[in-house]
C-alpha cells in the first residue's frame, strides 16, 4: 500500500467518526489558539510599552538628589538653576527642565486636602509635553514676570470647581492666591511614577523660587536627541552632577526604564500563563488523542488482522494510525490557528488607532508544527499497537 492508500484509509475512518475526532481535536484547537495569542499579546504590549513612553517625553532623563534621613544634607548637595544651564551644554542634549515641589494643603468643599505644588522651567512643557485641556500654558512672559498663575490637574479641577469653568478663577492655598489659566491631565496614565500626581497645581519656577528665595531644583529632567543617545546622556548627567558637587552627595540618575520594566514584568507574568494554558491544553488533547486512538485500535482489532492477513505489512498499519493522529491534531491545529488570527483581528477595531495587534508568522508556525508533534507523540503507542497485533489472534476478536 503506497502513502496515498495509507491517507484515503485514515480518512475514511476518520470519516465513519466525525464528532469523535471533532471532539479529540478540541484540545489541539485550545492549545494552537493560545499559542499564536501568546506571541500576539507579547508584540502588542512591547509596541504599547514604548508607544506610551514615548507619550510620557521621549528620550528622558531624571536626575534627584538621594535624600538621607539619617544623614544632613548641606544646601552644596542641592541641584540648582545652575546645574540646569551646565546640562543644557552637554553633547546630544536638545532640553533641560526643572522642577521643585512643595506640598501645601487647601480648603475643598469644607474640609482640608492636601496638594502638590510644583514649580516648572520653561523646557518642562516641551520633554512632557502635558495635554492641555483648556486655557493655556504659561508663556515667556509668564515666566519672567513670576505672574501668580497656574495650571491644575483634571482632577483637582473637578473636586474643587465641579461643573463650572475653572480658567480666571482664583485658587487660594494658604496665605497664596493664584488664578488658574489652565486645567491639564497627562497624555497617558503613569500610575504615580511622574512628578503629576491627581492633586498637582503647576506655578512657574520664578515664582517658586521667589517664594522659597533658593534655586533648589528638586528633579532635572533631561532630553536627549535620539532613544541611542540616552544611556550615553545619562552617564554624563551622573559625571556632571559628580563634578559640581561633594563626593558625599549621591544624586538618582534614571531614565523611564522603571515603567518599562513593569511593563515588562507583567507582560512577561501574563505570557507565561497563557504559555502554560497552552502546554496544558496541548497536553491534556495528546492524551485524549492517545486515549482514543487506542480505543480504536480496539475496535478495529478485526480490521487490522483482515488487513495483514491478506497481505498489509505492519509499517502499513503503523503509517495508517500515525496519519490518523497527525490528521486529527493537524486538523485541530488549522482551526486554533485561525481563532488565534481571528481574535485579533477582531479586537482591532475596539482599540486605538495608534495601536495595531501584529500576528507573527513565526507564532503560527511554531502553533502548527508543536500541534502536530504532540499528535504524532502520542499517537505513536497506539499506531505501535495495532501494528504489533498478530492477524490470527485479531481474525478470533469479536
Same mark, same amino acid.
Do not use: W
Given at each position: 500500500?503506497?502513502?496515498?492508500?495509507?491517507?484515503?484509509?485514515?480518512?475514511?475512518?476518520?470519516?465513519?467518526?466525525? *464528532?469523535?475526532?471533532?471532539?479529540?481535536? *478540541?484540545?489541539?484547537?485550545?492549545?494552537?489558539?493560545?499559542?499564536?495569542?501568546?506571541?500576539?499579546?507579547?508584540?502588542?504590549?512591547?509596541?504599547?510599552?514604548?508607544?506610551?513612553?514615548?507619550?510620557?517625553?521621549?528620550?528622558?532623563?531624571?536626575?534627584? $538628589?538621594?535624600?538621607?534621613? !539619617?544623614?544632613?544634607?548641606?544646601?552644596?548637595?542641592?541641584? &540648582?538653576?545652575?546645574?540646569?544651564?551646565?546640562?543644557? &551644554?552637554?553633547?546630544?542634549?536638545?532640553?533641560?527642565?526643572?522642577?521643585?515641589?512643595?506640598?501645601?494643603?487647601?480648603?475643598?468643599?469644607?474640609?482640608?486636602?492636601?496638594?502638590?505644588?510644583?514649580?516648572? &522651567?520653561?523646557?518642562?512643557?516641551?520633554?512632557?509635553?502635558?495635554?492641555?485641556?483648556?486655557?493655556?500654558?504659561?508663556?515667556?512672559? !509668564?515666566?519672567?514676570?513670576?505672574?501668580?498663575?497656574?495650571?491644575?490637574?483634571?482632577?483637582?479641577? !473637578?473636586?474643587?470647581?465641579?461643573?463650572?469653568?475653572? =480658567?480666571?478663577?482664583?485658587?487660594?492655598?494658604?496665605?497664596?492666591?493664584?488664578?488658574?489659566?489652565?486645567?491639564?491631565?497627562?497624555?497617558?496614565?503613569?500610575?504615580?511614577?511622574?512628578?503629576?500626581?491627581?492633586?498637582?497645581?503647576?506655578?512657574?519656577?520664578?515664582?517658586?523660587?521667589?517664594?522659597?528665595?533658593?534655586?533648589?531644583?528638586?528633579?532635572? &529632567?533631561?532630553?536627549?536627541?535620539?532613544?541611542?543617545?540616552?544611556?550615553?546622556?545619562?552617564?554624563?548627567?551622573?559625571?556632571?552632577?559628580?563634578?559640581?558637587?561633594?563626593?558625599?552627595?549621591?544624586?538618582?540618575?534614571?531614565?523611564?526604564?522603571?515603567?518599562?520594566?513593569?511593563?515588562?514584568?507583567?507582560?512577561?507574568?501574563?505570557?507565561?500563563?497563557?504559555?502554560?494554558?497552552?502546554?496544558?491544553?496541548?497536553?491534556?488533547?495528546?492524551?485524549? =488523542?492517545?486515549?482514543?486512538?487506542?480505543?480504536?485500535?480496539?475496535?478495529?482489532?478485526?480490521?487490522?488482522?483482515?488487513?495483514?492477513?491478506?497481505?498489509?505489512?505492519?509499517?502499513?498499519?503503523?503509517?495508517?494510525?500515525?496519519?490518523?493522529?497527525? *490528521?486529527?491534531?493537524?486538523?485541530?491545529?488549522?482551526?486554533? =490557528?485561525? $481563532?488565534?488570527?481571528?481574535?485579533?483581528?477582531?479586537?482591532?477595531?475596539?482599540?486605538?488607532?495608534?495601536?495595531?495587534?501584529?500576528?507573527?508568522?513565526?507564532?503560527?508556525?511554531?502553533?502548527?508544527?508543536?500541534?502536530?508533534?504532540?499528535?504524532?507523540?502520542?499517537?505513536?503507542?497506539?499506531?505501535?499497537?495495532?501494528?504489533?497485533?498478530?492477524?490470527?489472534?485479531? *481474525?478470533?476478536?469479536?
Amino acid at each position: 500500500m503506497n502513502i496515498r492508500e495509507t491517507v484515503t484509509v485514515a480518512i475514511d475512518a476518520l470519516r465513519a467518526n466525525k *464528532l469523535r475526532a471533532m471532539l479529540t481535536s *478540541l484540545g489541539v484547537i485550545i492549545g494552537s489558539a493560545s499559542i499564536v495569542l501568546v506571541v500576539t499579546v507579547a508584540a502588542t504590549s512591547r509596541t504599547f510599552v514604548l508607544s506610551q513612553i514615548e507619550a510620557i517625553g521621549t528620550n528622558v532623563i531624571s536626575a534627584e $538628589l538621594v535624600q538621607r534621613p !539619617d544623614k544632613p544634607q548641606p544646601m552644596s548637595y542641592e541641584m &540648582t538653576l545652575q546645574d540646569m544651564e551646565a546640562a543644557k &551644554t552637554l553633547p546630544n542634549v536638545i532640553e533641560v527642565s526643572g522642577t521643585r515641589e512643595l506640598p501645601m494643603s487647601m480648603v475643598v468643599g469644607g474640609a482640608e486636602r492636601p496638594v502638590n505644588l510644583v514649580g516648572v &522651567t520653561e523646557g518642562y512643557q516641551t520633554i512632557r509635553r502635558l495635554l492641555i485641556l483648556r486655557g493655556r500654558y504659561f508663556d515667556d512672559a !509668564d515666566m519672567e514676570m513670576r505672574s501668580k498663575f497656574c495650571l491644575i490637574a483634571t482632577q483637582l479641577a !473637578d473636586k474643587v470647581f465641579g461643573q463650572e469653568n475653572p =480658567i480666571g478663577k482664583p485658587l487660594r492655598l494658604g496665605e497664596l492666591t493664584f488664578t488658574v489659566i489652565g486645567v491639564f491631565r497627562e497624555r497617558v496614565e503613569t500610575f504615580g511614577l511622574s512628578d503629576i500626581q491627581e492633586n498637582t497645581i503647576i506655578i512657574p519656577f520664578t515664582l517658586m523660587k521667589y517664594y522659597t528665595g533658593t534655586e533648589v531644583v528638586r528633579s532635572l &529632567t533631561v532630553q536627549a536627541d535620539k532613544a541611542d543617545n540616552v544611556a550615553p546622556v545619562q552617564r554624563r548627567v551622573r559625571q556632571l552632577l559628580a563634578s559640581r558637587h561633594p563626593s558625599e552627595a549621591e544624586y538618582k540618575v534614571e531614565t523611564l526604564a522603571a515603567i518599562l520594566n513593569a511593563a515588562r514584568n507583567i507582560s512577561l507574568a501574563l505570557t507565561i500563563v497563557l504559555i502554560i494554558i497552552a502546554a496544558i491544553a496541548l497536553l491534556i488533547s495528546g492524551i485524549g =488523542i492517545m486515549n482514543i486512538m487506542l480505543v480504536t485500535v480496539t475496535e478495529r482489532t478485526r480490521e487490522i488482522g483482515i488487513r495483514k492477513a491478506i497481505g498489509a505489512a505492519r509499517r502499513e498499519i503503523l503509517y495508517q494510525f500515525l496519519v490518523e493522529s497527525f *490528521l486529527i491534531s493537524g486538523g485541530g491545529a488549522v482551526i486554533g =490557528i485561525l $481563532l488565534g488570527i481571528a481574535v485579533p483581528v477582531a479586537v482591532q477595531s475596539f482599540l486605538p488607532g495608534n495601536l495595531r495587534v501584529p500576528v507573527s508568522s513565526m507564532s503560527v508556525v511554531i502553533a502548527f508544527v508543536v500541534s502536530c508533534s504532540t499528535g504524532l507523540f502520542f499517537g505513536y503507542l497506539p499506531a505501535n499497537q495495532a501494528a504489533s497485533l498478530q492477524p490470527v489472534e485479531s *481474525l478470533r476478536y469479536e
